[in-house]
């Protein structure tokens, strides 16, 4: 469990570990009401401080280690849907009162639920994946009339203040590394009929670059449980950072690092896989916009040959394993092409949750000034991942219900209606 201390900070760029310690979870003080909560980064250390709000956005660093991040504004109740915490003592059951008793009871006419795993390192560009996600194709409609939402009107609600704070994020700073993992659910909808239910987690991606055999029982116990959400998913997620324009040699290096890390935790997931249905894998590679100017561009120049040599070690895993059905590369930006500008700092020395990065430092991009996010081709990764992680749950030789290949036929129209850039790997969708 992280350590706990309330602090009295000297100035924004420093926390000083003065105070009472204390167990997380405690009631707040009636002196922390009006303070913002902040983790350590670094998770061999994760302290958690209380801020004044006064210093909100501002940079600072941690008075036990020395990790840097940036304090955020205060924070809204997540839309992820958390585990609950162990009860301990009984609970009495409370007496339905007449209110209660009056409200519907809702129903549910879900099909199947799809899980999506998701494997890569810190600053990899999975948050802002999320992020575009849920401000992008979530709560639209999709061409064949299917809906893709929020499961609960208050977590829509909750998204659209979220994606606020976020675009602030993105033009000032960056999102920060994910510090504590957190559950997604979105529903694919048929009118006001809730068909399939979508889960990913989004993962702390520091647990891929600091955890080493001898790491403290805390990161060793992130570490098992990333496991555990990777070998139960039905479709996992493979993110891999493009290299910067005019690569140097420390580029090529932490790219070369990228694959053997990534390649290592796939095929950990795979050789541990516990579902009896092989995994829809899709390699993902994000940051596009940052090498390509144009859309154009970037298709003429990532021929599928080029894929091929760039992403060689994750393609011959999944090609060589018997417990993948189907595998793509899937090109995409979370800003969109030609959004996108290089942080004055020129490097992530600075940056949220940069310090002491195995890594290395590496280019921060931010959305530019008055540009809103225009992500390209993860409406693709998104329905192609929705519709193999059906397909792949029906066993080979069985008949699919009909609700499900009802809801599977609508989303393959979906996808090829949208100039899709898949490059396959292995397998494919044949309905006939």
């Known amino acids: 469990m992280a350590r706990t201390r309330g602090i009295s900070p000297t100035r924004p760029s420093e926390w000083s570990a003065v105070g009472i310690r204390g167990k997380e979870g405690r009631p707040m003080r009636e002196d ?12 061999d250390c994760e302290i958690v401080y209380h801020v004044a709000v006064e210093f909100a956005g501002k940079r600072a660093r ?14 809204v109740p997540s839309t992820r849907t958390r585990s609950r915490p162990e009860v301990t003592e009984p ?10 008793e009056e409200t519907p009871q809702r129903t549910t006419a879900v099909s199947a639920e799809v899980r999506i795993g998701c494997i890569g390192r810190g600053h990899a560009g999975k948050t802002a994946l999320f992020h575009a996600l849920s401000d992008s194709l979530i709560g639209e409609y999709l061409p064949s009339g299917l809906h893709l939402d929020a499961a609960d009107p208050r977590e829509v609600a909750q998204m659209i203040r979220e994606s606020e704070e ?9 999102l920060p590394p994910t510090l504590e993992v957190s559950q997604i659910r979105y529903c694919l909808y048929e009118g006001d009929r809730p068909r399939v239910v979508c889960r990913m987690r989004e993962v702390i991606g520091q647990i891929l670059t600091h955890t080493v055999p001898d790491s403290g ?58 579902l009896k249905q092989p995994a829809t894998v899709a390699l993902v590679l994000s940051k596009t916009d940052a090498l390509f100017p144009t859309m154009e561009q970037a298709r003429e120049a990532l021929t599928d040959a080029v894929l091929f040599r760039a992403l ?17 590369v899937v090109p995409v930006t979370a800003f969109g092409f030609g959004k996108a500008v290089r942080h004055d700092a020129g490097e992530r020395h600075e940056a949220p949750g940069s310090a002491d990065e195995p890594f290395g430092d590496e280019p921060i991009w931010l959305l530019k000034e008055g540009e809103s996010p225009h992500p390209y081709n993860l409406d693709t990764l998104f329905l192609w991942s929705l519709l193999l992680g059906l397909l792949n749950q029906t066993p080979p030789n069985t008949q699919m219900k009909p609700e499900l290949d009802t809801i599977c036929r609508m989303l393959r129209d979906d996808l090829e209606s949208g100039e899709p850039w898949l490059v396959p790997l292995k397998g494919g969708v044949n309905l006939a």
């Not at 609970?91 to 209660?100: A, D, E, G, L």
């Not at 976020?166 to 960056?174: C, E, Y």
Request: charged fraction near 20%.
């Open 166 to 174: 976020a675009q602030k994020l993105l033009h000032r700073s960056g």
């Open 32 to 43: 922390e009401k009006n303070q913002i909560r902040v983790r350590c980064p670094n998770p």
């Open 312 to 328: 060689g070690p994750l393609a011959h895993l999944l090609q060589q394993s018997t417990h993948v059905s189907d595998a793509v």
């Open 217 to 274: 029982r805390q990161l060793q116990g992130h570490y098992v449980d990333y496991l555990k959400n990777l070998v139960n998913a039905h479709v996992l997620w493979v993110v891999v950072p493009c290299p910067p324009p005019d690569p140097g040699p420390r580029d090529r290096r932490r790219y070369a690092n990228d694959l053997r890390l990534t390649l290592a935790y796939l095929r950990e997931a795979l050789r541990l896989r516990t």
């Open 91 to 100: 609970v009495q059951p409370t007496k339905p009162t007449k209110r209660m």
């Open 62 to 75: 941690c008075a036990a280690c020395g990790a840097r991040t940036l304090i955020p504004t205060r924070p």
